[in-house]
T-cell receptor, first 113, second 117 residues
Framework: DSGVTQTPKHLITATGQRVTLRCSPRSGDLSVYWYQQSLDQGLQFLIQYYNGEERAKGNILERFSAQQFPDLHSELNLSSLELGDSALYFC????????????FGPGTRLTVT | AQSVTQPDIHITVSEGASLELRCNYSYGATPYLFWYVQSPGQGLQLLLKYFSGDTLVQGIKGFEAEFKRSQSSFNLRKPSVHWSDAAEYFCAVGVKAGGTSYGKLTFGQGTILTVHP
């Protein structure tokens, strides 16, 4: 158990819909990262927040957005969903930055039908 | 932009045999280098990392990796594989954003390790 929790574990929704994925970091970690893992794209970094502020951005689509709240939990919002958004979405947390070990949650499997 | 190549999609070894998983990266300077392992249905776990200094780094579960600047490689090794090592292994490159401590990880496509008894 990494100490990072993600909800829900599974999510099935239709194209065009909007969903919210939630992540609670390990106690004491201030950074949260979001990743997308799919068969065709592999594991891709989406975005990082540190103590509520966006710090690094990857290939995150404009339909996707994230935020980190004062209690340090984070949410990833996916809107206007397409079939290609079906993937495993991981959240990770670390103390601060790139040099710190990232602890990964178990992931949320999103299926868009 | 940085990139990571793991040439072997799938490797099969016998239990007790030695293991080497290959990783090549493309980046102008020395990046941060990582190896992660993902067991089925699980998130990723860090095995080891390299930032600077001694080019041979030791990690958890008996793994080690060697950074070779001339070859742009960071291969993962284990002298004797156990059945519990069967998993998918990811090499990753970390590049800082500007002069900050933050940045992104770029992952390779992964290598699936199968261990035969």
């Amino acid at each position: 158990d990494s100490g990072v929790t993600q909800t829900p574990k599974h999510l099935i929704t239709a194209t065009g819909q909007r969903v919210t994925l939630r992540c609670s970091p390990r106690s004491g970690d201030l950074s949260v990262y979001w990743y997308q893992q799919s068969l065709d794209q592999g594991l891709q970094f989406l975005i990082q927040y540190y103590n509520g502020e966006e710090r690094a951005k990857g290939n995150i689509l404009e339909r996707f957005s994230a935020q980190q709240f004062p209690d340090l939990h984070s949410e990833l919002n996916l809107s206007s969903l397409e079939l290609g958004d079906s993937a495993l979405y991981f959240c990770a947390s670390s103390v601060m930055g790139l040099a710190d070990e990232q602890y990964f949650g178990p992931g949320t499997r999103l299926t868009v039908t | 932009a940085q990139s990571v190549t793991q040439p072997d999609i799938h490797i099969t070894v016998s239990e007790g045999a030695s293991l080497e998983l290959r990783c090549n990266y493309s980046y102008g300077a020395t990046p941060y280098l990582f190896w992660y392992v993902q067991s089925p249905g699980q998130g990723l776990q860090l095995l080891l990392k390299y930032f600077s200094g001694d080019t041979l780094v030791q990690g958890i579960k008996g793994f080690e990796a060697e950074f070779k600047r001339s070859q742009s490689s960071f291969n993962l090794r284990k002298p004797s594989v156990h059945w519990s090592d069967a998993a998918e292994y990811f090499c990753a490159v970390g590049v800082k954003a500007g002069g900050t401590s933050y940045g992104k990880l770029t992952f390779g496509q992964g290598t699936i390790l199968t261990v035969h008894p």
